[in-house]
């Protein structure tokens, strides 16, 4: 055999046709297809403004006010945010680019979504329940401090934020809101991760509604 490149060989009188390295490489690769992305659901629709919300809009720059209180963003470049009457709408940009393309279209119901979050939050505002579960678990606000006995050998202090209100009922109720509902995520999730509810008795910090899966424990012989 001389090299990669030559078409037959012989081996022990046997004649062997073989077929070049590019050739295999060619056969081998299949045309990418070509998706058009499709327009967004959720991001063609128009956000409804109430009455009390204003909208600013400075460009990609979005202000909203409202009665619980106010938000600014600046969203990507990738629509343009108009408002006509009492609607807000976002309209996707046109691009000769297909990579740039994919991503208007990738975020144009993202943009929507978090205009519309902005509006809801400031107009009516969000909220989560969590509830303690556990022998001693309790709870208290004094002030912007949280404290918390989660069964550890002192009690779990947090320092609430600006825009986020808690408020505890009966002990081992906890009611968090804001008029941000990244915020308002952010700091129930801080919550709930310093006891998140174990399989086995359900003992920890679980939202309202929260399903836990249960597991059987180790039966005695």
Known sequence: MAHMQCMHSSFNGCVIALRPQHARLQSARSPIPVTEC??????????????????????????????????????????????????????????????????????????????????????EGFAKDLQLIGVGYRGSVAGKTLTMNLGFSHPVVMTIPDDVEVKVTRNTFLNISSYNKESLGDFAASVRAWRPPEPYKGKGIRYKDEVVRRKEGKRGK
Not at 39 to 60: A, D, F, M, N
Not at 66 to 91: A, H, S, W, Y
């Open 38 to 123: 499709k327009e967004s659901r959720i991001g063609k629709q128009p956000v409804l403004i109430p009455s009390g919300v204003t909208v600013t809009i400075k460009g990609t720059h979005v202000t909203v006010k409202g009665p619980k209180g106010q938000l600014e963003r600046t969203f990507p470049d990738m629509c343009d945010i108009i408002q006509e009457g009492n609607n807000l709408k976002v309209i996707k940009r046109e691009f000769s680019d297909p990579a740039k393309r994919r991503r208007a279209y990738a975020q144009h119901g993202l943009i929507r979504s978090l205009a519309n979050g902005m509006i809801v939050g400031t107009s």
